[in-house]
């Protein structure tokens, strides 16, 4: 069965470095996604991606944060400069098209700032 | 702003017995409801959906069922197995193709041998 794949599982870098969380969403989808879940916290949206461009983004993704298809493949989620709050499990997720199509999610990567 | 609660943390059931998961929505915009299963180190995978337009959606050992007027919803899993035992987590979209999903909080389910 066709799978998201994220890499890598586990990042760890310090306060003010940029990182880039990569994806491999399943290769029919049209929609894109990245969550994350601050530890003991819930699952929340960061923001979603169709077409070449945000269609929709929460207010945790600041200006700190960018996303971006560079190939046919790839989707991923850059933060320019970390702080020790991004500290978190972030998933990729895509969906196919229709309105009661679910999310496909990634097995996350933990991203540790230290 | 809690949009989908899931208001108990845990539950523990015997093996073969019913597992009753429950959640609450407050956002009557929501018509799109889905249950994940989350395992340890694991991303969350989808198990079960139901639209606004049903009351009950089974699956296999799986049935969800929803109130709309009470914006409720819950997940049966019977007979619950000793590998069921995850973080479940309720979601919802809105109208709009597409649209993101908001999570509940998650309930732990341990289905005890």
């Known amino acids: 069965e066709p799978e998201v794949t994220q890499t890598p599982s586990h990042q760890v870098t310090q306060m003010g470095q940029e990182v880039i969380l990569r994806c491999v969403p399943i290769s029919n989808h049209l929609y894109f996604y990245w969550y994350r879940q601050i530890l003991g916290q819930k699952v929340e949206f960061l923001v979603s991606f169709y077409n070449n461009e945000i269609s929709e983004k929460s207010e945790i993704f600041d200006d700190q944060f960018s996303v971006e298809r560079p190939d046919g493949s790839n989707f991923t989620l850059k933060i320019r400069s970390t702080k020790l709050e991004d500290s978190a499990m972030y998933f990729c997720?895509?969906?196919?098209?229709?309105?009661?199509?679910?999310?496909?999610f990634g097995n996350g990567t933990r991203l540790t700032v230290t | 702003d809690q949009q989908v609660k899931q208001n108990s943390p845990s539950l523990s059931v015997q093996e073969g017995r019913i597992s009753i998961l429950n959640c609450d929505y407050t956002?009557?915009?929501?018509?799109?409801f889905l249950w994940y299963k989350k395992y340890p180190a694991e991303g969350p995978t989808f198990l079960i959906s139901i639209s606004s337009i049903k009351d009950k959606n089974e699956d296999g050992r799986f049935t969800v069922f929803l109130n709309k007027s009470a914006k409720h919803l819950s997940l049966h899993i019977v007979p619950s197995q000793p590998g069921d035992s995850a973080v479940y987590f309720c979601a919802a979209r809105h109208t709009g193709a597409n649209s993101k999903l908001t999570f509940g909080k998650g309930i732990t389910l341990s289905v005890r041998p």
């Open positions: 956002n009557s915009m929501f018509d799109y």
């Open positions: 997720a895509s969906s196919s098209s229709g309105q009661h199509s679910p999310l496909h």
